[in-house]
Structures are given as structure tokens and as C-alpha cells.
T-cell receptor, first 116, second 113 residues
């Protein structure tokens, strides 16, 4: 079974500073996708960034980047120049392909607060 | 707008009742997922359908059931409702294959009183 672990239930960061959210996962698969989703107070799930396991280069999306360590099964999210709008719950997710369909598993989330 | 539509947005019902939540996936997406998120909790995977067939089952109670119709919309049926079933229920959809990602609807907030 696949598991996704986020060991930081809550974090805070000063506005304009950098913060890193941790995620580890357990799988025997070789091909899979990893995602970070953001859930602001509106409760909408918003995709922040994704990483294909077969790519060694770390994904980046503007102020968001990941540190993907496949051997260590680690997938951390770095938010640079934090903004007040980044305050949200962040979920790490794992997706694998099974029989032509995708299975998506989530971690328990990290609540991030950006302090003005 | 993710393209995934969930109805209704809010639902209040009494214990013991039965409700149906509806999800219309993005055009072209064959896979539909249902998740339950209780207050301040993570997303618990309930069930997944792919092109009309059940593909994966998570922690879904026997009182809950789901199906995906030929037009690919999906319904989640919750029966004999209990107070603990109050939660936000998300539907997500994705295209089959590797180069894909899941798109979430805005959720249905169910309150059981």
C-alpha cells in the first residue's frame, strides 16, 4: 500500500521569508507522480506543483519549488518570498497508475501560516 | 474554475436520512475520485471509478455507495446518516494515463443534524 507522510502538522513563516514543507512517501512503484495541493480557507483544492518520478530535475512554479529525492522517497516543497495569500493547508499527494486508472493518495497536511 | 462541478454546494439533513451527491468531471476525464474531509482533517480516499467501473476502494463505509454513469458523471450515496458523517465531500477527476493530474471540484459541505 502507498502511504504519504507529512510530519509537520503546523508551520509558520514571516512574510517574504522562505519555508520548506516536508513530505515522505512509501511505494514499491518506479513510475509515479507527486503533487503539492494548497487548500486555503475557502476549502478549494488548488494544485501548486507536480513532479514526475522519472524526471530528475526538480519542478518549479514561480515561487514554489520542490526537492525530489527519489532514493530517499522524499518530496519537500519550498516556498520563497512567502506572501500572506500563501496561508493555507498544504497537502502532499502521490499518484500511481493501476490498470489504466490513476490512484491518488494524500498526506494529512501541513497548516502554514504566513505572519505579516 | 477547475471544470469539475459538484452539486449541491451545501446540504443539511437529519440523522438517519439518505442523500446523493453529484459530480460532473471535466470534459474528457474518465476517472472520478471521491474524498471525505472532516473538520481540520486530511482527505480520506473513499472510492474511485474509471470509465464506469469501480477501480479502487478506500475507507468507504458500507452505508456509502457510489456509481459512475455512461455519461461519466458520478454520484455518491450516503445512507443512514450519522452526525459523524458531517464533512466536506470532494470529487476529483483526471484523464487516464501518466501525463495527468487530478482536478478538484469545490466540494459539497454536508451537515447532519
Amino acid at each position: 500500500a502507498q502511504t504519504v507522510t507529512q510530519s509537520q502538522p503546523e508551520m509558520s513563516v514571516q512574510e517574504a521569508e522562505t519555508v520548506t514543507l516536508s513530505c515522505t512517501y512509501d511505494t514499491s512503484e518506479n513510475n509515479y507522480y507527486l503533487f503539492w495541493y494548497k487548500q486555503p480557507p475557502s476549502r478549494q483544492m488548488i494544485l501548486v506543483i507536480r513532479q514526475e518520478a522519472y524526471k530528475q530535475q526538480n519542478a518549479t512554479e514561480n515561487r514554489f519549488s520542490v526537492n525530489f529525492q527519489k532514493a530517499a522517497k522524499s518530496f519537500s516543497l519550498k516556498i520563497s518570498d512567502s506572501q500572506l495569500g500563501d496561508t493555507a493547508m498544504y497537502f502532499c499527494a502521490f499518484m500511481k497508475l493501476v490498470g489504466g486508472a490513476n490512484n491518488l493518495f494524500f498526506g494529512t497536511g501541513t497548516r502554514l501560516t504566513v505572519i505579516p | 474554475d477547475s471544470g469539475v462541478t459538484q452539486t449541491p454546494k451545501h446540504l443539511i439533513t437529519a440523522t438517519g436520512q439518505r442523500v446523493t451527491l453529484r459530480c460532473s468531471p471535466r470534459s474528457g476525464d474518465l476517472s472520478v475520485y471521491w474524498y471525505q474531509q472532516s473538520l481540520d482533517q486530511g482527505l480520506q480516499f473513499l472510492i474511485q471509478y474509471y470509465n464506469g467501473e469501480e477501480r479502487a476502494k478506500g475507507n468507504i463505509l458500507e452505508r456509502f455507495s457510489a456509481q459512475q454513469f455512461p455519461d461519466l458523471h458520478s454520484e455518491l450515496n450516503l445512507s443512514s446518516l450519522e452526525l459523524g458523517d458531517s464533512a466536506l465531500y470532494f470529487c476529483a477527476s483526471s484523464v487516464s494515463g501518466w501525463d495527468t493530474e487530478a482536478f478538484f471540484g469545490q466540494g459539497t459541505r454536508l451537515t447532519v443534524v
